[in-house]
């Protein structure tokens, strides 16, 4: 982390948020604040990271645009302004840059394959025309470069990884490095004294600063998303606030060992597109666990907090995984996986996509993500091992439909998700089946999350929908099932014994 040591108070500088939608314990800009009089905040809409076939959902991009609303009006409310513009980063920055003659930048890194890429450029652009730039960790509690093993390599197991990640955050709590702390900003900032952004000449940039709010109110109609009273995941640094207060204060997190796999309950946070987004900070996520560790009253409510931090850090491992092994955006990581003969079938695929594959579970989960741009975790992994292991359809076509209907769609914790169900990662653990019916009784053994989201089969029997084995005059529109289960379990297992 760059030190900085003086005050620059006649100077102009940015602070450019990217995953980090807060004013509030915000590393970067709680450090361009203290420094900087003189600061003004931006944000670009990316074309390439909101491309609804490739990166990105409606959802998601409902979540991006109200939860930027909310951060222009706190910035407004400090005494300066956000400008989100539009357009690649790429030219944007180092021209705005040069515009507005800021002379630093400052923004929390990001991990991912693209930003890093977009992200140097800009760097050695700003640093050539003499703009300083300071960089800092925010995205994750521990800084990647500080969990390698005892060989200085990085991690590829989870269970020792978890342990390393601990023993940092114990390390830097006793040491007194204010790592934990919540990072507050200076109480005032000042806007771009002096600077007439008016007579700026770009037409983007001038039409983005000029119209303040339109932009993004242009976006959301661009991106309208049909489902937002259906989804769980509140845009907003409030929002995201309040709900992290509900799941600690209303005892969910500490009953979290058994309500974590119950769809039908609200037994999670629910605060995956608010960590993706920055809506909250990982700290802040982590401080409110430790208050409930402290307040527990027995050995389950532990448990269950501590399963709870096991979650962060799995978030934590798979952006660990994604910058050191940056390959694994592009395909398996065990490479015998690209030799698997996929049987792609399109007409499978579309059945698996609209919940229409006749397997109760399968369909709930599949529409529970079309209409609420969420799914719950237990249901992810049942739908993907589906599509691997029972429609023989490439991973990587589920992972592509996840980015583009998740609200919370997140290349690393995808990526890491479709990889774990695939069998295709770093897991050491061999294949991994699931059955969707023994997973239905398990997990929602009397048909509610099933019959909230396939409404056509309410009036079937508990025993029937968990089985699948509805007669046909009971099913009416609703199809039976386009595969069975024992047959393409054991294809399945045929095509991979014969993998070299
Ligand atoms: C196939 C597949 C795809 C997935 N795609 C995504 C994705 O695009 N974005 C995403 O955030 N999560 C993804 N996950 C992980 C997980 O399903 C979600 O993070 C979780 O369901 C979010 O609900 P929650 O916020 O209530 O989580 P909680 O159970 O409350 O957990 C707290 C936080 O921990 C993190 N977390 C929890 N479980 C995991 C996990 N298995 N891997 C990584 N982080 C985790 C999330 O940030 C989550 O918000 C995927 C899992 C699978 C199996």
Not at 163 to 183: T, V
Not at 277 to 283: D, E, N, V, Y
Not at 347 to 372: C, F, V
Request: glycine residues 6%; contains cysteine.
């Amino acid at each position: 982390m760059p030190n900085i040591e003086y005050l620059m108070n006649g100077s102009r500088s940015i602070f450019w948020h990217r995953r980090d939608l807060r004013i509030n314990d915000n590393i970067g800009l709680s450090k361009a604040s203290k420094s900087r009089k003189n600061l003004t905040g931006v944000y670009i809409l990316d074309p390439k990271l909101l491309d609804l076939e490739l990166t990105t959902s409606k959802s998601k991009n409902w979540f991006l645009g109200n939860s930027l609303l909310e951060l222009q009006n706190n910035w407004k409310r400090l005494g300066s302004r956000l400008l989100v513009l539009k357009g690649d980063p790429i030219n944007l920055i180092p021209r705005l840059a040069e515009l507005i003659n800021i002379n630093s930048i400052f923004w929390n890194v990001n991990i991912e394959p693209y930003e890093q890429y977009r992200d140097n450029k800009i760097k050695k652009e700003l640093i050539k025309n003499n703009t300083q730039v300071y960089t800092f960790m925010d995205q994750l509690i521990i800084d990647p470069s500080n969990i390698r093993t005892n060989n200085n390599e990085p991690y590829r197991v989870y269970g020792p990884f978890y342990r390393k990640w601990l023993d940092q955050i114990y390390q830097a709590k006793s040491s007194n490095d204010n790592l934990m702390k919540c990072f507050t900003l200076s109480n005032k900032l000042v806007d771009l004294k002096d600077t007439d952004l008016s007579s700026i000449k770009d037409s983007n940039l001038n039409y983005c600063i000029n119209n303040p709010g339109e932009s993004i109110n242009k976006f959301l109609i661009e991106n309208k998303f049909r489902g937002e009273h259906l989804c769980p995941c509140k845009p907003g640094e409030h929002a995201s606030q309040r709900q992290l207060n509900s799941f600690i204060n209303s005892g969910t997190i500490i009953s979290y060992e058994k309500g974590r796999d119950i769809p039908s309950e609200s037994g999670t946070s629910e605060l995956s597109a608010a960590l993706s987004l920055g809506t909250i900070s990982c700290r802040a996520a982590w401080n409110g666990a430790q208050i409930s560790r402290s307040l527990a009253r027995n050995k389950y409510q532990l448990d269950s907090i501590n399963t709870w931090i096991k979650e962060l850090a799995w978030r934590e491992f798979y952006q660990n995984t994604l910058i050191n092994f940056p390959e694994l955006a592009k395909g398996p990581y065990k490479k015998k996986w690209f030799n698997f003969p996929w049987q792609n079938r399109l007409d499978w695929y579309e059945n698996w996509t609209n919940g229409l594959t006749g397997i109760p579970i399968i369909d709930a989960s599949m529409r529970q993500l079309k209409h609420s741009g969420w799914m719950h975790n237990r249901c992810r992994m049942i739908v993907a091992s589906f599509l691997v292991k029972d429609l023989l359809i490439d991973w990587k076509w589920g992972e592509t439909y996840f980015m583009k209907n998740l609200v919370d769609g997140d290349l690393a914790s995808n990526n890491g998700g479709w990889q774990w169900s695939a069998s295709s990662g770093m897991d050491p653990k061999p294949m991994r089946i699931f059955n969707p019916f023994r997973q239905a009784s398990k997990f929602d053994p009397n048909g509610i999350y099933i019959r909230k989201w396939v409404p056509e089969l309410e009036h079937i029997s508990t025993t029937d929908l968990l089985s699948g084995e509805i007669a046909p005059s009971e099913r009416k529109y609703y199809p039976s099932p386009i595969v069975n289960h024992k047959n393409q379990q054991a294809i399945f297992k045929e095509l991979y014994s014969n993998l070299i």
